[in-house]
């Protein structure tokens, strides 16, 4: 147990609709990251935000942007879904910006059809 | 995107044997992570390694950073069958400055035989 919660665990979308992902992070930590791990693969970097400003971002498109609320939880929203958006999202909370050990909810699997 | 180079892609053993596993990267890294995910779960942090040469335990569970700060190896001893599940190594590359994204392998999926 992380303490790091997502919502919702499950999703199902059809292309070209929008999607919001929350996460509530661990108590204490104000960095949240956001990565996309589709299936059989690794966990990529979305982008990452600090005290509600975002601090880096990979390799994804504008489409998807996201925000950090002063109580440091978080959103991940995605415009204008394709189908290989469909993955398991998950949100990464750390103590603060200089800490690279990262705490991970159990993510929210995304399906578009 | 950038993902590090982990080995071996899957394996299959007794309970009681020692596991073997390694990641390798073309550029320097500061921050070498194991992870484990289990089905349905976000990974768990198993182990976090900082220094080069660094050697750092956890119950059965060794790691170690290594000197070329290129690569990183996860050893389990006397596997067990809660071992099961899929382990990634995670780093944080030299030079990335304040943003601190990890990069990830692909992982490698171990099944153990009771």
């Known amino acids: 147990e992380t303490g790091v919660t997502q919502s919702p665990t499950h999703l199902i979308k059809t292309r070209g609709q929008q999607v919001t992902l929350r996460c509530s992070s661990q108590?204490?930590?104000?960095?949240v990251s956001w990565y996309q791990q589709a299936l059989g693969q690794g966990p990529q970097f979305i982008f990452q935000?600090?005290?509600?400003?975002?601090?880096g971002r990979g390799n994804f498109p504008p489409r998807f942007s996201g925000l950090q609320f002063p109580n440091y939880s978080s959103e991940l929203n995605v415009n204008a879904l394709e189908l290989d958006d469909s993955a398991l999202y998950l949100c990464?909370?750390?103590?603060?910006?200089?800490?690279?050990?990262?705490?991970f909810g159990a993510g929210t699997r995304l399906s578009v059809l | 995107g950038q993902q590090l180079n982990q080995s071996p892609q899957s394996m299959f053993i007794q309970e009681g044997e020692d596991v073997s596993m390694n990641c390798t990267s073309s550029?320097?890294?500061?921050?070498w992570l194991w992870y484990k995910q289990d089905p349905g779960e976000g990974p768990v942090l198993l182990i976090a390694?900082?220094?080069a040469g660094e050697l750092t335990s956890n119950g059965r569970l060794t790691a170690q950073f290594g000197i070329t700060r290129k690569d990183s190896f996860l050893n389990i001893s006397a596997s067990i069958p809660s071992d099961v599940g899929i382990y990634f190594c995670?780093?944080?590359?030299?030079?990335?400055?304040?943003?601190?994204?990890?990069?990830w392998g692909l992982g490698t999926s171990l099944a153990v035989n009771p």
């Open positions: 990464a909370s750390s103590l603060n910006i200089g800490e690279n050990i990262q705490y």
């Open positions: 108590s204490g930590h104000n960095t």
């Open positions: 935000y600090y005290r509600e400003e975002e601090n």
């Open positions: 550029s320097i890294f500061n921050t």
């Open positions: 390694l900082y220094k």
């Open positions: 995670a780093g944080q590359p030299q030079g990335a400055g304040n943003n601190r994204k990890l990069i």
